[in-house]
């Protein structure tokens, strides 16, 4: 297990890293359960400003992660296949874009630009994470609104 704090095996609604840098934008989680017996969890997540709430998946992953300038989050979803894709919510815009590629368990660390930097499979054959969101090719777009 990941001892790193929070961790995809370790995370919840009282961590810090679910608020923007700013404090104007938050990530709620439903209740989180196992993905398998042992395995990281996930649950529903929701995107919480200005008195709303707007539920971005049925099944996230953690610990998500903010761009440095408060305008894009990083979350892992969970297939039904037991991988993850990744998922950038643009706040400027308000939405969720998913895509295709998919890992084992990510774990993200930074947030730079438009590079996202981790690793995936925290525990077993670890390989460092450098995702450009800009090269990537993408699932689906959804609007929030």
């Not at 609604?13 to 989680?29: A, H, R, V």
């Not at 990744?86 to 706040?91: F, G, H, L, R």
């Not at 690793?119 to 090269?135: A, C, E, H, Q, W």
Request: net charge positive.
């Amino acid at each position: 297990m990941n001892n790193d704090y929070p961790n995809p095996w370790n995370f919840s609604n009282i961590d810090k890293n679910l608020l923007s840098p700013n404090g104007k934008y938050k990530i709620e989680f439903g209740e989180l359960y196992e993905i398998a017996m042992g395995a990281p969890i996930g649950g529903k997540c929701y995107l919480i400003y200005e008195n709303k709430k707007l539920k971005l998946n049925d099944w996230c992953g953690g610990p998500i992660i903010w761009n440095e300038t408060n305008k894009k989050v990083a979350l892992p979803l969970w297939t039904k296949q037991r991988n993850q894709k990744i998922a950038i919510v643009d706040i400027t815009v308000l939405n969720i874009t998913i895509f295709k590629k998919e890992f084992r368990v990510l774990h993200f660390n930074k947030f730079l630009d438009n590079h996202l930097f981790g690793i995936d499979s925290p525990i077993y054959m670890t390989t460092r994470l450098n995702f450009d969101i800009d090269k990537e090719e993408i699932e689906t777009i959804k609007q929030l609104k």
